[in-house]
Nanobody, 130 residues
Framework: QVQLVESGGGLVQPGGSLRLSCVAS????????IGWFRQAPGKEREGVSC????????YYGDSVKGRFTISRDNAKNTVHLQMNSLKPEDPAVYFC???????????????????????WGQGTQVTVSS
């Protein structure tokens, strides 16, 4: 059974950091692109970051560039999202997503489109408040 489970969310003060993890089971992440998305109440789901399986390329949404870092640990079938300098506009439910990676998808990864991703986790809540 294919499953993605996020963890690491919580409450943090503005300027603080959190590290989210996404553990995959039922499939080998080595061949999948992994993305992080977030959705705040009343807003559409937004692409945060993604990482390629073929060449390790990483992409970030404009709102998180320079603050968030995505990394993958294929040996542990896990992807992390390190979030630093968290801002009041960052709170949301954060989801990880996975999809098989081929040449066509590789060209689209930078778009951070949720429609490209096949498998989704249940999400983890991130709250930023003083």
């Amino acid at each position: 059974q294919v499953q993605l489970v996020e963890s690491g969310g919580g409450l943090v003060q503005p300027g603080g950091s959190l590290r989210l993890s996404c553990v995959a089971s039922g499939f080998n992440l080595d061949y999948y692109a992994i993305g992080w998305f977030r959705q705040a109440p009343g807003k559409e789901r937004e692409g945060v970051s993604c990482v390629s399986s073929s060449d390790g390329s990483t992409y970030y949404g404009d709102s998180v560039k320079g603050r968030f870092t995505i990394s993958r640990d294929n040996a542990k079938n896990t992807v992390h999202l390190q979030m630093n300098s968290l801002k009041p506009e960052d709170p949301a439910v954060y989801f990880c997503a996975a999809t098989p990676e081929g040449p066509r998808l590789l060209a689209r990864l930078r778009v951070l489109s949720e429609s490209d991703y096949e498998y989704w986790g249940q999400g983890t809540q991130v709250t930023v408040s003083s």
